[in-house]
């Protein structure tokens, strides 16, 4: 099994989100998070990643308008018809950072590495520097036929969004991963499961919080066995044999001795 060749669409990975049975779901296993799923229901790559960088501190307070366009109860408004390209996935929200630069690259003819520069002079908030950058901003609109009214109202949308903007590339890869554990919990589930039960071995709050997700996916873990268990929890079938190493105050050494006995004899 290869992630990186895993379809990115598959239904039952995103029947995980839809239901919000999130736990053990990198970046969504929180209350909050799974609240949001749940208004959300999130059906495409896309909205898993705007998700992630929509719950954070600052942009939180688009995520009304997020969920209730993606839902169909609110119109899709673009404060341009040009930018539909670039916020049309986020059905007209703007979310990250790299919208902020192709939108100066649109209406303002920026090159990208001056739209980079644009959206950390916005990030800085120092009101010298942002007079500053206007007036190019500006020329650049004005010579694509913006009026002064268009310019004025894009940049004050703009500058106080800049400040909380998510990096895309990142909130990307952390959806891609997400992604990854909500097919790997749907398609295989007692492998996975025993994979992340091995990987919590030596914390005892999470392994029970996981332990009772197996129980409530209906996946059984078998007590130790000395001629069942592996170091590692293990899948066997639809079912997961608990890891040796896993037992409190039996060390790696016992176990490492009594795998090799075992299969020696």
Same mark, same amino acid.
């Given at each position: 099994?290869?992630?990186?060749?895993?379809?990115?669409?598959?239904?039952?990975?995103?029947?995980?989100?839809?239901?919000?049975?999130?736990?053990?779901?990198?970046?969504?296993?929180?209350?909050?998070?799974?609240?949001?799923?749940?208004?959300?229901?999130?059906?495409?790559?896309?909205?898993?990643?705007?998700?992630?960088?929509?719950?954070?501190?600052?942009?939180?307070?688009?995520?009304?308008?997020?969920?209730?366009?993606?839902?169909?109860?609110?119109?899709?408004?673009?404060?341009?018809?040009?930018?539909?390209?670039?916020?049309?996935?986020?059905?007209?929200?703007?979310?990250?950072?790299?919208?902020?630069? $192709?939108?100066?690259? &649109?209406?303002? #003819? =920026? %090159?990208?590495? *001056?739209? /980079?520069? @644009?959206?950390?002079?916005?990030?800085?908030?120092?009101?010298?520097?942002?007079?500053?950058?206007?007036?190019?901003? $500006?020329?650049?609109? &004005?010579?694509? #036929? =913006? %009026?002064?009214? *268009?310019? /004025?109202? @894009?940049?004050?949308?703009?500058?106080?969004?800049?400040?909380?903007?998510?990096?895309?590339?990142?909130?990307?890869?952390?959806?891609?991963?997400?992604?990854?554990?909500?097919?790997?919990? *749907?398609?295989?589930?007692?492998?996975?499961?025993?994979?992340?039960?091995?990987?919590?071995?030596?914390?005892?709050?999470?392994?029970?919080?996981?332990?009772?997700?197996?129980?409530?996916?209906?996946?059984?873990?078998?007590?130790?066995?000395?001629?069942?268990?592996?170091?590692?929890?293990?899948?066997?079938?639809?079912?997961?044999?608990?890891?040796?190493?896993?037992?409190?105050?039996?060390?790696?050494?016992?176990?490492?001795?009594?795998?090799?006995?075992?299969?020696?004899?």
């Amino acid at each position: 099994l290869t992630l990186e060749g895993l379809p990115i669409d598959d239904p039952e990975a995103y029947r995980i989100f839809a239901t919000a049975n999130t736990t053990a779901i990198f970046q969504f296993e929180s209350r909050g998070m799974r609240d949001l799923i749940k208004r959300a229901r999130p059906d495409r790559f896309e909205d898993l990643i705007a998700l992630v960088a929509l719950y954070r501190p600052g942009p939180m307070d688009l995520i009304p308008d997020y969920v209730e366009r993606k839902q169909g109860r609110q119109r899709v408004e673009h404060p341009d018809p040009r930018l539909e390209p670039i916020l049309g996935p986020t059905y007209g929200v703007m979310v990250y950072q790299e919208q902020v630069m $192709a939108i100066a690259q &649109r209406v303002a #003819g =920026y %090159s990208l590495g *001056a739209a /980079d520069l @644009l959206r950390r002079a916005m990030g800085k908030k120092k009101k010298e520097i942002l007079d500053k950058e206007k007036v190019p901003f $500006a020329a650049g609109m &004005r010579e694509n #036929g =913006y %009026s002064q009214a *268009a310019i /004025d109202t @894009l940049w004050d949308i703009l500058v106080p969004f800049s400040d909380y903007a998510f990096n895309k590339a990142h909130t990307a890869g952390y959806g891609l991963v997400s992604y990854w554990t909500a097919y790997l919990k *749907a398609n295989y589930p007692a492998e996975y499961m025993a994979a992340l039960l091995t990987s919590v071995k030596d914390d005892k709050d999470k392994s029970a919080v996981y332990l009772n997700e197996c129980r409530r996916m209906g996946i059984k873990v078998l007590p130790p066995d000395v001629n069942e268990s592996e170091s590692d929890f293990a899948p066997r079938g639809s079912d997961i044999r608990f890891g040796l190493s896993a037992i409190r105050n039996v060390g790696g050494n016992v176990v490492d001795s009594l795998l090799r006995t075992r299969s020696e004899h």
